[in-house]
């Protein structure tokens, strides 16, 4: 697993054997940056990171000059991993929070521009991180819902949905919230 661009492009993360997370692929993060960097200003973008895992996908933004990214994941060897890391990269926009996605985004207060989704795909109910995000107003507006998940769910009905994103066995689902609603 490696930092594809920005600051810190080119470092390597290696989590060690215990952790049992399913980090996205290079080659969808890749690819999903490449479609992210036509559509925002990363130094201009607060973050949210559910379901964090090894941290992937927050070292890219903080990496791209993202303002903040905050980080929420349970397990507590994810975690310290994920700490470790941002302290070892000299990460100082990266706050992780170890806590359960579900009771953090019933208490969250914050709003954010860009919420990213990598909930385990065998996690049942996983899909009400979308209606939760959107219904509590947590996306600014203009903001970006990005939702991970296997190929067996299709989002495509949901008012807010904008686009779907297919990199092997890899989709994202986006979610745009428009400035009038």
């Not at 107003?137 to 949905?161: N, Q, T, V, W, Y």
Request: proline content about 4%; hydrophobic content about 40%.
């Amino acid at each position: 697993m490696r930092i594809i661009s920005g600051i810190y492009k080119g470092r390597a993360i290696n989590p060690p054997r215990n952790l049992k997370a399913r980090p996205t692929t290079d080659f969808a993060k890749e690819n999903l940056f490449n479609v992210l960097n036509n559509l925002v200003d990363f130094e201009e973008c607060e973050v949210l990171d559910l379901f964090a895992g090894t941290g992937s996908i927050s070292y890219e933004f903080a990496s791209r000059g993202a303002k903040s990214v905050t980080s929420v994941e349970i397990n507590p060897v994810h975690y310290d991993f994920i700490r470790r890391t941002a302290r070892q990269l000299g990460i100082e926009n990266l706050h992780p929070v170890k806590a359960n996605v579900f009771l953090y985004l019933k208490n969250c207060t914050k709003q954010f521009d860009i919420i990213f989704s990598d909930a385990p795909y065998d996690l049942e109910g996983s899909e009400t991180v979308i209606r939760e995000v959107l219904d509590r107003g947590l996306l600014r507006p203009e903001g970006l819902l990005i939702f991970e998940h296997s190929k067996k769910m299709d989002f495509s009905a949901c008012p807010e949905f904008w686009q779907i994103r297919s990199y092997g066995s890899v989709q994202f689902s986006l979610f745009k919230k428009e400035a009038n609603e």
